[in-house]
């Protein structure tokens, strides 16, 4: 299998190749042929916020993102504005109500800042709408092409957890920055000097919070609608603290580029986070997305600069023997792991380095994790429970815990 065959169109002009995204996403061999509903990476996570022209402001500046389009009045659209962000293989686009009437504008009131469309790259979107249709997806826009001078992009979406959507492209006619509507853009930004030159390289996963009894549900759903698989599955011990507790388990598609964690709350003596971000965001949502780097010391350096406030990880959890004997070696020593709040996890097939950020948005809802993958295609099960006592503190000082 080629290159040109595994690679697609995002990580080539990433400039990634197989062995990095093996490192980067724990990428596995995979034969799409008897897919019904093959999925080629992520598209875009297109964000729905209160000032967009800010947020593209702050993804650059601590994200370390690169504006590269546009779309908004000056190009014919009436009722938002929208930035698309690049690192690396990631897109992000942002969008903002520039006319109160926007159904974007009460999509903001309802949920504050969040991923609203998870967009999904496929070969070929009239038979993965064909296919969803027929398991009983919910299509909220019917395959159709969108054109320009650069060529065409064949789209559709359909419905799943709350008000979330994955929309369905297929590019690969198309040579434009973006989509029809959308202009080549660039900004002035000047990162600070000696940052490094992509802060994330790709999109690990994105992790989906449901209501009490609906994770199963949506299991089944990227089961039978979108031939997805699970990877994980966490209940009982592995995902509960003293006070709170929730269930969690991780579907991916074959070559596992695209991971959905799903988490429902679970029955414990006080808020669980799932609780938390339900109440805030005002219903099922994305979480957290995680974003993959290969060097974290230096990206958690970069995006602390930038005022990018991480979750606290106490001393005790480096100085734990077990977690030394457990872990073994690592890249880097664990006291500069311990300086950033790194947190480390070991399994069958490897380590990986991660840390949470604080939520970015003036509700408790969304952040961000940045992984650093070295073999281990997991999600730091080991960590799990310092992770949760460290919300747990945080949901504390917000008076909702």
């Not at 002009?13 to 062995?19: E, F, N, Y």
């Not at 992009?153 to 419905?159: E, T």
């Not at 209940?235 to 598609?253: F, H, P, Q, R």
């Not at 979750?311 to 950033?340: C, H, K, N, W």
């Amino acid at each position: 299998m080629s290159l040109e065959q595994t690679l697609n169109d995002d990580e080539r002009l990433a400039q990634l190749d197989l062995d990095q995204l093996r490192q980067l996403v724990g990428l596995v061999e995979y034969d799409a042929s008897g897919d019904p509903f093959p999925v080629s990476g992520w598209d875009a996570l297109v964000w729905v916020v209160g000032n967009a022209t800010q947020a593209a402001h702050f993804y650059q500046s601590a994200l370390g993102m690169e504006l590269v389009a546009y779309s908004g009045p000056e190009t014919g659209t009436r009722d938002h504005l929208a930035y698309v962000l690049r690192s690396g293989a990631a897109r992000f686009v942002v969008t903002g109500a520039y006319d109160p009437a926007s159904p974007l504008a009460d999509h903001h009131r309802r949920h504050g800042d969040g991923i609203r469309d998870i967009a999904l790259s496929v070969p070929d979107v009239d038979r993965c709408i064909a296919h969803a249709r027929a398991q009983g997806a919910t299509v909220l826009e019917e395959p159709h092409d969108l054109g320009d001078e650069h060529g065409t992009v064949r789209l559709a979406a359909i419905a799943t957890y709350g008000d979330t959507r994955h929309t369905l492209v297929d590019r690969s006619r198309y040579t434009g920055p973006y989509l029809p509507g959308f202009a080549a853009r660039t900004s002035s930004h000047q990162p600070r000097p000696g940052r490094p030159e992509r802060l994330f390289q790709a999109v690990d996963h994105v992790v989906g919070n449901v209501e009490l009894g609906a994770m199963d549900r949506w299991v089944d759903f990227y089961h039978r609608v979108m031939g997805f698989t699970n990877m994980a599955e966490f209940v009982g011990e592995d995902i509960a603290t003293d006070y709170s507790a929730l269930m969690s388990k991780v579907v991916s598609n074959g070559n596992h580029r695209v991971k959905f964690p799903l988490n429902e709350p679970a029955m414990g003596r006080k808020k669980s986070q799932i609780d938390e971000y339900l109440e805030f965001y005002g219903g099922p949502g994305a979480q957290h997305v995680a974003l993959a780097t290969n060097d974290i010391l230096a990206t958690v350096d970069a995006m602390t600069a930038e005022g990018i406030e991480f979750l606290p990880t106490p001393d005790s959890y480096y100085e734990d023997p077990e977690l030394r004997a457990r872990i073994g070696t690592v890249r880097v020593p664990v006291e500069e792991l311990q300086r950033r709040g790194v947190l480390v996890d070991r399994d069958e097939d490897g380590y990986l380095l991660q840390i949470f950020t604080r939520p970015i948005g003036d509700r408790p809802t969304v952040f961000f994790e940045l992984i650093e993958r070295h073999g281990s295609l997991g999600f730091g099960k080991g960590n799990f429970k310092a992770l949760f006592e460290a919300i747990e503190r945080e949901q504390a000082r917000r008076g909702n815990f």
